[in-house]
């Protein structure tokens, strides 16, 4: 079984449009997270969830939601989809501060 | 401001060995990983260090000196397999992970 999934692995779409991304992780975590790879490879922490309660927030516009309906599971939806945010998403999770497990990526394309 | 420095790509030959160094600047530390990530995939979990010397897993060691604020992973007996990105990570004094732009490892035979 796969630790941590989400769907889908590959989304092409259309400027302004509004597209969501789920995730699930079968590891009994305490914390999710949703990570940003842009083409320079940085990557970059959107949010974190812990026991269903946002504990970080970087300075994401907020066309970003997360939404995170149990532990198990951290969603993205994405409003009014820009160029710029065409990248690799990553879903992670952890348990108490340690490795981070990731999912294997959505890649967005906006056209 | 909190920083992480790794190089941006390094070549190796096979069945050598290479040494990817990361210095960091961090508000705090709490603790050091190093990840693994393959072209279009996600990172996977390397090592873990939170107190200063050498950990040995296998073909990988990395190895942290927090008086430096200074660390490097150890990468024995090469395969082309190991042609990847390594990523440094410290978590900060407030359990915040900050990430370094990752060292691109070019396996040559």
């Known amino acids: 079984d796969t630790a941590v999934s989400q769907t889908p692995k590959y989304l092409v779409t259309q400027m302004g449009n509004d597209k969501s991304i789920k995730c699930e992780q079968n590891?009994?975590?305490?914390?999710m997270y949703w990570y940003k790879q842009d083409s320079k490879k940085f990557l970059k922490i959107m949010f974190s969830?812990?026991?269903?309660?946002?504990?970080i927030n970087e300075t994401v516009p907020n066309r970003f939601s997360p939404k995170s309906p149990d532990k198990a599971h951290l969603n993205l939806h994405i409003n009014s989809l820009e160029l710029g945010d065409s990248a690799v998403y990553f879903c992670?999770?952890?348990?108490?501060?340690?490795?981070?497990?990731f999912g294997e990526g959505s890649r967005l394309t906006v056209l | 401001g909190q920083n992480i420095d790794q190089p941006t790509e390094m070549t190796a030959t096979e069945g050598a060995i290479v040494q990817i160094n990361c210095t960091y600047q961090?508000?705090?530390?709490?603790?050091l990983f190093w990840y693994q990530q393959h072209a279009g995939e996600a990172p996977t979990f390397l090592s873990y260090?939170?107190l200063d010397g050498l950990e040995e897993k296998g073909r990988f060691s990395s190895f942290l000196s927090r008086s430096k604020g200074y660390s490097y992973l150890l990468l024995k007996e090469l395969q082309m397999k190991d042609s990847a990105s390594y990523l440094c990570?410290?978590?900060?004094?407030?359990?915040?992970?900050?990430w370094g732009a990752g060292t691109k490892l070019i396996i040559k035979p």
């Open positions: 969830y812990n026991n269903k309660e946002l504990i």
């Open positions: 260090n939170v």
């Open positions: 990570a410290v978590i900060d004094s407030n359990y915040q992970l900050i």
């Open positions: 961090t508000s705090g530390f709490n603790g």
């Open positions: 590891l009994g975590h305490d914390t």
């Open positions: 992670a999770s952890s348990q108490g501060g340690r490795e981070l497990f």
